[in-house]
Nanobody
Framework: QVQLVESGGGLVQAGGSLRLSCTAS????????MAWYRQVPGEERELVAS??????????NYADSVKGRFSISRDIPKKMVYLQMDSLKPEDTAVYYC?????????????????WGPGTQVRVSS
């Protein structure tokens, strides 16, 4: 079983920065992907940034709206993922969720398991 815990959210003025952290406790194989999503009440959850092949070469991708401002990074032995958010805008205000996918094997017969953190609030004032 795996549990994800986020930290680092808060209130910041426009143009400011925040750094979100997520730690995965426990394990059910190997981390394949860790990512950050965000959600505004009443709207769908959307991908902000992700790092695939987490314990291998690591492939990052970003939503167009945050590209150039946000940076995702990892700490493999600590099973952590970070989201450095710079030049924050009011439209970045949302609850940010950590996501992780574990795989029991890299073989085709391996099983995948998805986990979500409880979320952390980010508010950006204009």
């Amino acid at each position: 079983q795996v549990q994800l815990v986020e930290s680092g959210g808060g209130l910041v003025q426009a143009g400011g920065s925040l750094r979100l952290s997520c730690t995965a406790s426990g394990s059910i194989g190997t981390i394949a992907t860790m990512a950050w999503y965000r959600q505004v009440p009443g709207e769908e959850r959307e991908l902000v940034a992700s790092i695939d092949r987490f314990t291998r070469d690591g492939i990052t991708n970003y939503a167009d709206s945050v590209k150039g401002r946000f940076s995702i990074s990892r700490d493999i032995p600590k099973k952590m993922v970070y989201l450095q958010m710079d030049s924050l805008k009011p439209e970045d205000t949302a609850v940010y969720y950590c996501y992780a996918q574990f795989r029991t094997s890299w073989a085709v017969e391996g099983r995948a398991y998805d986990y979500w953190g409880p979320g952390t609030q980010v508010r950006v004032s204009s």
